[in-house]
T-cell receptor, first 113, second 115 residues
Framework: DAKTTQPNSMESNEEEPVHLPCNHSTISGTDYIHWYRQLPSQGPEYVIH???SNVNNRMASLAIAEDRKSSTLILHRATLRDAAVYYC??????????????FGKGTKLSVIP | DAGVIQSPRHEVTEMGQEVTLRCKPISGHNSLFWYRQTMMRGLELLIY????????DSGMPEDRFSAKMPNASFSTLKIQPSEPRDSAVYFCASSFQAHSTDTQYFGPGTRLTVL
């Protein structure tokens, strides 16, 4: 399975933008890049996903490098509610394992008031 | 929409007892997943059902664990007999299908403590 590398932790001030990086140098052409987050004492929740182009939704933006070996999740204005563990996950669209969500250790984001 | 419903939210039991965790997926979803989360191993997929049929149970730790999905709106994960090392948070998730672009929606989890 293609693997991802994320920093263990990051801090942000409230109401400032946050850029969460993810390296996936062994990504294949059929791997989608997904982001989930897990708030304290809750189950993971979907944030965003993309394949090649940058993506925006109401929660965040996903910037994907041209060579697809890295991506960045962007929270435009961090709030206290955004304090969570953020997981960058690759999902293979080509094979029988496309259902797999393989969680790594993620990045623990702390938001400072 | 109520989301994925899990019960109980907390379970404390003694070693050797049988434990049954329950999950109601989102209506209309065809895929259901059971995950386990521990500090040591993080989030791991235990088993995946599609249209009520188990497709991948390679993550089930051992024969003490079993999962069923008798219909589209209910699934159980049973541990018999339970051991202290089974203590973890167990999550159920569902998705419309299991394609690589389908979002998985997670329930709130069941925190299991085996004494």
């Amino acid at each position: 399975d293609a693997k991802t590398t994320q920093p263990n932790s990051m801090e942000s001030n409230e109401e400032e933008p946050v850029h969460l990086p993810c390296n996936h140098s062994t990504i294949s052409g059929t791997d989608y890049i997904h982001w989930y987050r897990q708030l304290p004492s809750q189950g993971p929740e979907y944030v965003i996903h993309g394949l090649t182009s940058n993506v925006n939704n109401r929660m965040a933006s996903l910037a994907i490098a041209e060579d697809r070996k890295s991506s960045t999740l962007i929270l435009h204005r961090a709030t206290l509610r955004d304090a969570a563990v953020y997981y960058c996950i690759l999902r293979d669209a080509s094979g029988a394992g496309s259902y797999q969500l393989t969680f790594g250790k993620g990045t623990k984001l702390s938001v400072i008031p | 929409d109520a989301g994925v419903i899990q019960s109980p939210r907390h379970e404390v039991t003694e070693m050797g007892q049988e434990v049954t965790l329950r999950c109601k997926p989102i209506s209309g979803h065809n895929s259901l997943f059971w995950y386990r989360q521990t500090m040591m191993r993080g989030l791991e997929l235990l088993i995946y059902f599609n249209n009520n049929v188990p497709i991948d149970d390679s993550g089930m730790p051992e024969d003490r664990f079993s999962a069923k999905m008798p219909n589209a709106s209910f699934s159980t994960l049973k541990i018999q007999p339970s051991e202290p090392r089974d203590s973890a948070v167990y999550f159920c998730a569902s998705s419309f299908q299991a394609h690589s672009t389908d979002t998985q929606y997670f329930g709130p989890g069941t925190r299991l403590t085996v004494l």
